[in-house]
Antibody, heavy 122, light 111 residues
């Protein structure tokens, strides 16, 4: 059974960097048939896909236009996890952040982390 | 404003059948990208209900079914139960945005 466990701070100051980690059990971040995503949810923006990383003989990353230039999603093969870094945050980035797996056979977000409430405030 | 449009709320009595619509455009549902549906109970992460327009993951009751035609998709729930009270979201891919996109969500109330 695949499980995703999120960790990271719940409070970030404006202009600083939001950093979250998603630890994977029951699958591999280096799987050739999965992608590893970050999705956030807020009352104003609803559910919003932010970006992903995946391995197909080499590593790839894709990012949403809304956060491109501020976001990095990186794999950590030594710990079987992946991370989110969102720079220069503003109060608009306040949301519940989820990590989620995309299984290529299902082509959907089939496993989700528990969610992390992140508040951007001084 | 979400790329995929859903009604904000629907309601039904126990045992009844309800449908939730999801309307897109030529750059997502109309471009033959599949629709997925998720159920979100309060305070929890979304759960995959339907993928590939009509397919249910193992463990999802056959009371839940999906369909898609052109730029629209629907989720149907038959034999409504109190435990079905939740928010439901559609999701697809949008080629103009090069991104996965979600609907704004529909809150289902079981009367």
């Amino acid at each position: 059974q695949v499980q995703l466990q999120q960790s990271g701070p719940g409070l970030v100051k404006p202009s600083q960097t939001l950093s979250l980690t998603c630890a994977i059990s029951g699958d591999s971040v280096s799987s050739n048939s999965a992608g590893w995503n970050w999705v956030r949810q807020s009352p104003t923006r609803g559910l919003e896909w932010l970006g992903r990383t995946y391995y197909r003989s080499e590593w790839y990353s894709d990012y949403a236009v809304s956060v491109k230039g501020r976001i990095t999603v990186n794999p950590d093969t030594s710990k079987n996890q992946f991370s989110l870094q969102l720079n220069s945050v503003t109060p608009e980035d306040t949301a519940v952040y989820y990590c989620a797996r995309t299984d290529w056979g299902v082509d959907a977000f089939d496993v989700w982390g528990q969610g992390t409430v992140v508040t951007v405030s001084s | 404003q979400s790329v995929l449009t859903q009604p904000p709320s629907v309601s039904g009595a126990p045992g009844q059948r309800i449908t939730i619509s999801c309307t897109g455009s030529s750059s997502n549902l109309g471009a033959s990208y599949d629709v997925r549906w998720y159920q979100q109970l309060p305070g929890t992460a979304p759960k995959l209900l339907i993928y590939g327009n009509t397919h249910r993951p193992s463990g999802v009751p056959d009371r839940f079914s999906g369909s898609k035609s052109g730029t629209s998709a629907s989720l149907a729930i038959t034999g409504l139960q109190a435990e079905d009270e939740a928010a439901y979201y559609c999701q697809s891919y949008d080629s103009s945005l090069s991104a996965w996109v979600f609907g704004g969500g529909t809150k289902l109330t079981v009367l």
